[in-house]
């Protein structure tokens, strides 16, 4: 989706603000947003794709305000009632409903370690067709999805070259929509910085962005 | 919008985010969909445990140690993996090697992708939208505003992670710290060194 997110490019966003010495999370309740949506991922009920798509839906004046863990529990919430595991009136009151039935097991704090040492592969060891070699000249498709995509904007019908093969991983596009892994080969494209940005960028410069054989033409 | 629509949105976001995630927690606690111990097994890990001093050891095992340099830069999963760190968000590890010529650039311009596993979770300005908008479009502005002036004839490489490929920057060991200890040099190795927003001083 065409979405305040994907503001690679975009002028007018202030200086970056840089805190030294800045603590991993400044209060017990960014570290609550964090660990809640950790712990509840582990359910299943949603993936890593829907998950970002999620953050993406949160009303663009929203998204600009909230800071980045309470971005998080806005969208835990809305995981959290699309799945089910919760209702609005739940959320509402911070009661569960008398009848609610208890959930599955939570993830308890002795599976945490071997959880995150484990990880989630998102890549997929299965034979898919290679559509392009290193190298190769390909162009950004200029495709705007309603949906979540990981295609930037900036990149859109731009074109670049095949710079690394990383292998065959989960298409966010339809895997956020719970629409089927679709698994694909994954390249980091070069595109240099005149082509994205004309002639007032470096001549030197570039930027490398991952992408899908979905997203890609050759060119 | 709809009048209704715009009251929803307002609805859903209250004012407070101290009570509103203490509200959802004391919920899912209650609905038996969290576990308040694994909870704080979760913050423990990422303000303890797990956090940038990983990525220095790594840094400086590659700086003392050319034959495990190769093997990082040719498979970065792997030979991080050979000191034991690894797991989430650090599943699928690039390592990018700083030169004379070349300096790189992390960034996440779609969302805050971070190797968690060799950094810890990303600091604010990481995630913030001045640096998400502007690495790519404006990187030697970007490095000046952390104090690192690039001169035109060094190659400026922006790697803007969008798919579940997780960077981690290589960076330049410093000159005069040929006779310092691993320890020592990791000591010297800083996070941001590692996103590439910094060089490594050669005094800590």
Redesign the interface.
Known sequence: MNGVHDMGGMHGLGPIEYEKDEPVFHSRWEALSFALNIATRAGRKWNIDSGRHEIELLPAADYLRMSYYEKWAARLEKLLVKSCLVTESEIASGQPAPDSPKATPAVTADQVPKMLRTGALASRDIEVEQRFQIGQRVRALNINPEGHTRLPRYARGKIGEIHLHHGVYVFPDTNAHFRGENPQHVYSVRFTARELWGNQASPRDAVYIDMWDDYLEPA | MSDHDHHH?HQ??PSD??L?????????V??????P???????D???HK??PRNGARVVARAWIDPAYKQRLLADGTAAIAELSF???????M?VLENTPQIHNLV?C????CYPW?VL??P???Y???????????D??G?LR??GLELP??????????????RYLVLPERPPGTENMTEDELAALVTRDAMVGVAKVSPRA
């Open positions: 949105d859903a976001v985010p101290t509103r995630v203490k509200a959802l927690e004391s919920l899912l209650e609905k038996g969909l969290v576990d111990a694994a909870l704080d097994a979760l913050i890990t990422y303000e797990v956090g690894g797991g989430a968000q650090g599943e699928h690039r960034v311009t779609l969302c805050s596993s810890g979770l600091p604010a300005w995630k913030s939208t001045p640096y998400r908008s502007r690495a790519v479009i990187p030697r970007v505003e952390f035109e004839d060094i190659e400026v490489r922006v790697w803007d992670s969008t798919a579940e490929l």
